[in-house]
């Protein structure tokens, strides 16, 4: 299966994604968003492939969007997106494209709907909850 992972190697979210991502035997190309950047067409496809808005994507925590404005609600889609393309890190992470979608994988969990089979169990998180129990069934 042909995957991309849209990671920050500093988020414990996107590096959860990429070990459930390898746990299922997949090697992903991955893309550090924050060194290679964004591109307006690059994200208006991955948004309408995901059904996301720009203001659904909007990373505000750990992130400059209020002190550039860009959480009132009147702000543009328009304006959104220059601002996530000028600073990358505003897009909230990991984004990952398969065959089967493409998925803002927020929580870690998601990435699993995106996968032909499951990563063999168990398999926890970086906090130690629990996503595959050791018979390979999705926990709950």
């Known amino acids: ?18 070990a459930l991502l390898q746990a299922a035997g ?10 290679e950047g964004w591109t307006r067409p690059q994200l208006l496809g991955l948004f309408a492939a995901a059904s996301l808005t720009p203001r659904a994507a909007l990373r505000v925590a750990r992130s400059p969007a209020e002190e550039l ?16 393309v000028a600073h990358p890190i505003l897009v909230n992470r990991p984004i990952v494209c398969t065959a089967r979608g493409v998925r803002l994988c927020r929580p870690s969990e998601l990435v699993l709907d995106l996968l032909d089979r499951l990563p063999p169990g168990p398999f926890a998180k970086e906090d130690g909850t629990l996503i595959i129990d050791a018979e390979g069934r999705r926990v709950a």
Not at 26 to 35: G, K, L, N, R, T
Not at 69 to 84: Q, W
């Open 1 to 18: 299966m042909s995957v991309v992972i849209h990671h920050n190697p500093a988020c414990g979210t996107s590096r959860n994604v990429l």
């Open 26 to 35: 997949c090697e992903p190309v991955v893309i550090d968003y924050q060194a």
């Open 69 to 84: 404005g860009l959480t009132d609600p009147s702000v543009s889609d328009e304006k959104l997106i220059a601002a996530m």
